[in-house]
């Protein structure tokens, strides 16, 4: 870990994947992150993930994904007792967050409104499918529910098996993203005035916001954003090639490269041809200029067209498994992942990935694996203040 927010302490109150995934970024950035979940069974993430056995024990990949550094804390916060205990949490704490649906939290009695009272300087930050407010407030929204809202899967295939959803929760990790971005500008603020903020955090606008390019180029240009497979709407050719072995994505998306590119693979009169000369007559006449590309692409590997246009400045990448990308160099040589032999719960070795992200030339790594459900109980509460410790205990 770094310590760029040593001595900030978090609660995460979330569940599943958008909240935790952006509470795993503060605590990757040194945050003190206690996790408070409910005592029967936690985090719902612990029992879903590949492994059957994991998931039985509490520990299933989707939870060891993103939960490695920090605490676990059980409170029901339907009790009252417990209520009493999360408050004396909440008095020592810079930020919270939590993804429940507006209101919970206020039917509760822990609204922002109540723990401002106990805290006047917290950070408190809600992520939602749709935000706070509006017509669509209370609706339940998982990943794919936002995907489909969002207009992401109406541009993603091709125009025969659009719409697809993206292979990922693209959605629960944007909103997470932008909820640790945010908490961290809000932090800032905290520590140089004293006050706090309420950060509404809604899924489907963050996912709107990092579709900018197709949402421009319909406010903007007028031109409503079709499924395109893997070709690039701005450029041609750009997209995704046959080689003799492999796919292969290019993005000769300059003059300069596509001249390049034709006198690599042999056929430097294409630079010339009035089909191709220019970028819009590329892009107009891009099935038969793939075409031909592809052709001479097919005399050699994907590996081997990757170095040699990268080595001409042309950019070219294999389309690889996500077991080959781990294997790869680069993301070995700069510690994408970290092991941790032995945790509670868990009967082999754990590897999890940090964040996209170094800090002068070193490599945030969890120090302390995902924790058992309720791991740090004592540890916590033990360590409160004097000032709300009686109380805590009682």
Same mark, same amino acid.
């Given at each position: 870990?770094t310590?760029? +927010? /040593? %001595? @900030?302490?978090?609660?995460?109150? #979330?569940?599943v994947? *958008?909240?935790?995934?952006?509470? $795993?970024q503060? &605590?990757?950035?040194?945050?003190?992150?206690?996790?408070?979940?409910?005592?029967?069974?936690?985090?719902?993430?612990r029992?879903?993930?590949?492994?059957?056995?994991?998931n039985?024990?509490?520990?299933?990949?989707?939870?060891?994904?993103?939960?490695?550094?920090?605490?676990?804390?059980?409170?029901d916060?339907?009790?009252?007792?417990?209520?009493?205990?999360?408050?004396?949490?909440?008095?020592?704490?810079d930020?919270?967050?939590?993804?429940?649906?507006?209101?919970?939290?206020?039917?509760l009695?822990?609204?922002?409104t109540?723990?401002?009272e106990?805290?006047?300087?917290?950070v408190?930050?809600?992520i939602?499918?749709?935000?706070?407010?509006?017509?669509m407030?209370?609706n339940p929204?998982?990943?794919?529910?936002?995907q489909? +809202? /969002? %207009? @992401?899967?109406s541009?993603?295939? #091709?125009?025969?098996? *659009?719409?697809?959803?993206?292979g $990922?929760?693209? &959605?629960?990790?944007?909103?997470?993203?932008?909820?640790?971005?945010?908490?961290?500008?809000a932090?800032?603020?905290?520590?140089?005035?004293?006050e706090?903020?309420?950060?509404?955090?809604?899924?489907?606008?963050?996912?709107?916001?990092a579709?900018?390019?197709p949402v421009s180029?319909?406010?903007?240009?007028d031109?409503?954003?079709q499924?395109?497979?893997?070709?690039?709407?701005?450029?041609?050719?750009?997209?995704t090639?046959?080689?003799?072995?492999?796919?292969l994505n290019?993005?000769?998306?300059?003059?300069?490269?596509f001249?390049t590119?034709?006198?690599?693979?042999?056929l430097?009169?294409?630079?010339?041809?009035?089909?191709?000369?220019?970028?819009?007559?590329r892009?107009?006449?891009?099935?038969?200029?793939?075409a031909?590309?592809?052709?001479?692409?097919a005399?050699?590997?994907?590996?081997?067209?990757?170095?040699t246009?990268?080595?001409?400045?042309?950019?070219?990448?294999?389309?690889?498994?996500?077991?080959?990308?781990?294997?790869e160099?680069?993301?070995?040589?700069?510690?994408?992942?970290?092991?941790?032999?032995?945790?509670?719960?868990?009967?082999?070795p754990?590897?999890?990935?940090?964040?996209?992200f170094?800090?002068?030339?070193?490599?945030?790594?969890?120090?302390?694996?995902?924790?058992?459900?309720?791991?740090?109980?004592?540890?916590?509460?033990a360590?409160?203040?004097?000032?709300v410790?009686?109380?805590?205990?009682?």
């Amino acid at each position: 870990m770094t310590d760029l +927010l /040593s %001595g @900030i302490r978090v609660l995460d109150l #979330t569940n599943v994947l *958008a909240g935790p995934y952006c509470a $795993y970024q503060l &605590a990757l950035l040194g945050a003190d992150v206690i996790k408070v979940e409910v005592p029967q069974g936690g985090d719902l993430a612990r029992q879903l993930g590949g492994s059957p056995e994991l998931n039985s024990a509490g520990m299933g990949a989707s939870f060891l994904a993103q939960n490695a550094g920090k605490r676990s804390v059980v409170l029901d916060l339907k009790k009252e007792a417990d209520r009493e205990r999360f408050l004396d949490l909440v008095a020592s704490a810079d930020a919270l967050v939590e993804n429940f649906r507006p209101g919970v939290m206020d039917r509760l009695g822990l609204g922002y409104t109540r723990l401002k009272e106990v805290r006047p300087s917290l950070v408190y930050c809600a992520i939602s499918g749709f935000g706070q407010t509006g017509p669509m407030r209370d609706n339940p929204a998982y990943d794919q529910i936002i995907q489909g +809202l /969002s %207009g @992401i899967m109406s541009i993603t295939g #091709t125009p025969e098996t *659009a719409p697809l959803r993206v292979g $990922y929760p693209v &959605a629960d990790t944007l909103g997470g993203l932008v909820g640790a971005f945010a908490i961290a500008a809000a932090l800032v603020k905290q520590k140089t005035t004293g006050e706090g903020a309420f950060l509404d955090v809604s899924m489907l606008e963050c996912t709107l916001s990092a579709l900018g390019w197709p949402v421009s180029n319909y406010l903007t240009a007028d031109v409503e954003p079709q499924p395109m497979g893997n070709e690039n709407m701005t450029a041609a050719p750009s997209g995704t090639f046959r080689t003799g072995d492999g796919l292969l994505n290019i993005a000769a998306n300059k003059q300069e490269q596509f001249v390049t590119l034709c006198r690599l693979v042999g056929l430097p009169e294409l630079a010339s041809d009035p089909r191709f000369a220019e970028r819009e007559t590329r892009k107009r006449n891009r099935i038969a200029l793939k075409a031909l590309i592809e052709d001479a692409l097919a005399n050699s590997s994907a590996a081997a067209w990757e170095e040699t246009l990268n080595r001409a400045g042309v950019p070219a990448g294999r389309v690889l498994t996500i077991p080959q990308v781990l294997a790869e160099q680069q993301v070995i040589e700069r510690d994408m992942t970290t092991r941790f032999d032995s945790m509670p719960n868990i009967d082999r070795p754990l590897t999890v990935v940090r964040g996209g992200f170094m800090v002068d030339g070193a490599a945030p790594l969890p120090t302390k694996p995902p924790p058992a459900l309720g791991e740090h109980m004592d540890e916590v509460f033990a360590s409160l203040p004097p000032r709300v410790k009686k109380r805590a205990q009682a």
